[in-house]
């Protein structure tokens, strides 16, 4: 069944411009830009109030908080992690959003038509804000098997990724980028492909898998297109699977990733579908980039769960 979203209220259009600031994206970089971007928000005459919060979890309660206090809008300043916890508040509220890109990964801004540029994305917002105009775009909803549901805007990695992402969250050693580096190194010597179970729609899929991943958009990983035919306004959710690769050969494949080209591999297969329910043993479920649910976790697609300032 196609879900509906149903605004849970209107969004006051004289409300503060709520911003979630996250001054370590892209491992600070960018934190110079920071006060130019705030300056640029300040330009649709009405009051920015700054968001900020220890950890992913602060930042979360810092943004439901706001759109329950009214804000009339909420623009993320960050990467894919940081618009991932700014959605669990905006979802399904009617609240308009907008993201400035300053992450290391920014797939959800770039494909659903902001500007690469955080300077020229902070103008759009402004623009939008000051012409009343948003964009619906379809979210994805993910349920499992205890627990709230979750939002994502981008992608579920469920597959070899997301079990790197695992390995590298419980190591102490080294720090940065290196560790998911070793984090690659280790779970690749560990290689082997998991039987999942794939319900689209109703349709039973049972097969063998080393990569899984579903897409509410194309892109994940800054820039990754394992699902390169997502569309975010299609009401659809994509699923590819990479079968049965071997190291040698899902190393070869990898690279194609980023053209998208990759889904032509005769190992991999292409899904389209509404609902997905995907089971496997031992997987944790990676979205936005972020550490979600462990497997099995129900996936809908969601039209129009997000407004955008665009």
């Known amino acids: 069944m196609l879900a509906v979203i149903v ?14 600031v996250n001054p370590s994206a892209s491992r600070g970089r960018h934190r110079d830009l920071l006060p130019h971007l705030l300056h640029r928000l300040a330009a649709v005459d009405r009051p920015v109030r700054v968001l900020t919060a220890d950890g992913g979890a602060g930042a979360e309660s810092a943004c439901r908080r706001a759109v329950a206090e009214g804000a009339g809008a909420l623009v ?6 940081t618009v991932h916890r700014a959605l669990q508040a905006v979802a399904g509220t009617g609240v308009p959003f907008g993201v400035l890109p300053v992450g290391t990964g920014n797939d959800f801004a770039a494909d659903t038509g902001f500007p690469t540029d955080p300077l020229a994305a902070a103008d759009a917002v402004v623009a939008a804000l000051r012409a009343g ?11 499992g098997a205890a627990g709230a549901p979750r939002w ?13 992402n695992e390995r590298a969250n419980r190591m102490r050693w080294p720090r940065g980028p290196r560790r998911y580096d070793l984090a690659i190194l280790v779970e690749l010597a560990r290689l082997r492909a998991r039987r999942y179970t794939l319900r689209l729609d109703g349709v039973v899929h049972e097969l063998d898998a ?3 991943a579903v897409g509410n958009c194309a892109s994940y990983g800054g820039g990754m297109r394992i699902c390169p035919d997502a569309d975010p306004t299609d009401g659809l959710l994509d699923v ?3 079968g049965r690769f071997d190291r040698r050969t899902l190393m070869r494949v990898k690279p194609s990733i980023y053209r998208g080209t990759h889904v032509r591999h005769p190992l991999v297969r292409c899904f389209r579908a509404r609902s997905v329910q995907l089971t496997a043993e031992g997987i944790t479920g990676y979205a936005d980039g972020e550490r979600v649910l462990d497997l099995p ?10 407004h955008l300032l665009r």
Not at 76 to 81: K, L, P, R, S, T
């Open 133 to 143: 105009r948003t964009r619906p775009v379809d979210l994805a909803r993910l349920t």
């Open 210 to 212: 080393v990569l899984v």
């Open 297 to 306: 976790v129900t996936v809908t697609a969601v039209p129009a769960a997000a």
């Open 152 to 164: 994502f805007g981008a992608v579920l990695a469920a597959g070899f990724d997301a079990i790197v």
């Open 7 to 20: 605004p849970d209220r209107p969004s006051p259009p004289d409300g503060p411009l709520a911003v979630l």
């Open 76 to 81: 993320a300043v960050g990467g894919d992690g």
């Open 240 to 242: 590819v699977v990479g």
